[in-house]
């Protein structure tokens, strides 16, 4: 199974900061990734997938990058509505899995 | 808009049996591979399983492979979660999650609001 490494695992920051988390895969999956954010007692919300494309409605802070095994998400200037837990997933065969996850708190 | 809502969810004894469903609406339900991800309490996310639009091919994973089963009725537009030999471990908040294509493959666009199953005696 390929396994997804997030870092850091979790993350405190101020509204207005730049913050980019970052998602290492155990072997290549091209571009086969998709960004989830998670607020407590809801269930995961989709931010990015095909690791660069915004999903509609996303807000443009929001960004991915990356290929192969090296990916990152960022969020340009931090919202108090951003605070949350971030997953990352692969797609690119089975099974299916997520990074362990990055929490990210208000400082 | 699409709307998934699961059920069945709650309170069994290590060993026991219960099924889960996912109904869904706001899309062509049998257009769609469908998935399951759980979340233990205060844990991450945890993928299950996968049938495809059709229900002629399943992927578990290997923590619920041989006692999980998937199952989906397009004409009642649901989908359906059979658990046996539940143990503690399988205790979670289980999302069902509708897939959607692109060009690196299928990934899940919209997720339920989960059902919580707890299994202690």
Known sequence: ?107 | QVQLVESGGGVVQPGGSLRLSCTASGFIFSSYGMHWVRQAPGKGLEWVAFIRYDGNNKYYADSVKGRFTLSRDNYKNTLYLQMNSLRPEDTAVYYCAKERSSRYGDFLDYWGQGTLVTVSS
């Open chain 1, 1 to 107: 199974a390929i396994r997804l490494t997030q870092s850091p695992s979790s993350l405190s920051a101020s509204v207005g900061d730049r913050v980019t988390i970052t998602c290492r895969a155990s072997q290549g999956i091209t571009s086969a990734l998709a960004w989830y954010q998670q607020k407590p007692g809801k269930a995961p919300n989709l931010l990015i997938y095909d690791a660069s494309t915004l999903e509609s409605g996303v807000p443009s802070r929001f960004s991915g990058s990356g290929s192969g095994t090296d990916f990152t998400l960022t969020i340009s200037s931090l919202q108090p509505e951003d605070f949350a837990t971030y997953y990352c997933q692969h797609f690119y065969s089975y099974p299916r899995t997520f990074g362990q996850g990055t929490k990210l708190e208000i400082k």
